[in-house]
């Protein structure tokens, strides 16, 4: 079965900038995986920020960006704020309406 | 405004049955495919499976398949997610969404299943 990887946890520092990636177990990401990106604060339902790989979602601002870096899906926030300190999830679109969900990255700014 | 609305939270005992739902606004319910996301506590986000409201054409993660059902009345705009034996290990907040081409948006605002005897 395809597993979704993302790294764990990452920490940025105030008005620095901080890339999470988003991979395969096997094989590479492209943009014919659609890649998307969500942010889920505690207790609140995921927020959509980036879709087909780099498309910001209405209202999000355009500290966020997305891309592909290598083989993998990217999530660069510039000029980190206090209230990105969030899980960021990945998902990748499987094909015959599948999508998987990487296992998250818990964002700390310090 | 478009919005999916969920069913409240529920508490069962292991091996009853539960039906959640999902109800959708603000937009043409049958043209877009409903989605349900489990998390688990303390645990990230997992794709369970999605269904198309207009024919109910349904496609399960293999990790979900056989341990849930999902369904849809498209006439009162509704989804649903059901299990006909709970396990303790179902405890979780179960999102809906609505696919919009290959990504999520929006999220309903979530239904919290608590399983303990």
């Known amino acids: 079965q395809t597993v979704v990887t993302q790294e764990p946890s990452f920490s940025v520092s105030p008005g620095g900038t901080v890339t999470l990636t988003c991979g395969l177990s096997s094989g590479s990401v492209s943009t014919s995986y659609y890649p998307s990106w969500y942010q889920q604060t505690p207790g609140q339902p995921p927020r959509t920020l980036i879709y087909?790989?780099?498309t910001r979602s209405s209202g999000v601002p355009d500290r966020f960006s997305g891309s592909i870096l290598g083989n993998r899906a990217a999530l660069t926030i510039t000029g980190a704020q206090a209230d990105d300190e969030s899980d960021y999830y990945c998902v990748l679109y499987m094909g015959s309406g599948i999508s998987v969900f990487g296992g998250g990255t818990k964002l700390t700014v310090l | 405004e478009v919005q999916l609305v969920q069913s409240g939270a529920e508490v069962k005992k292991p091996g009853e049955s539960l039906k959640i739902s999902c109800k959708g606004s603000?937009?043409?319910?049958?043209?877009?495919?409903i989605a349900w996301v489990r998390q688990m506590p303390g645990k990230g986000l997992e794709w369970m499976g999605i269904?198309?409201?207009?024919?109910?054409?349904?496609t399960y993660s293999p990790s979900f398949q056989g341990q849930v059902s999902i369904s849809a009345d498209r006439s009162i705009s509704t989804a649903y997610l059901q299990w006909s034996s709970l396990k303790a290990s179902d405890t979780a907040m179960y999102y809906c969404v609505r696919r919009e081409g290959t990504w999520f948006d929006p999220w309903g605002q979530g239904t919290l299943v608590t399983v303990s005897s």
């Open positions: 603000g937009y043409t319910f049958t043209s877009f495919w």
């Open positions: 269904i198309y409201p207009d024919d109910s054409e349904t």
């Open positions: 087909s790989t780099n």
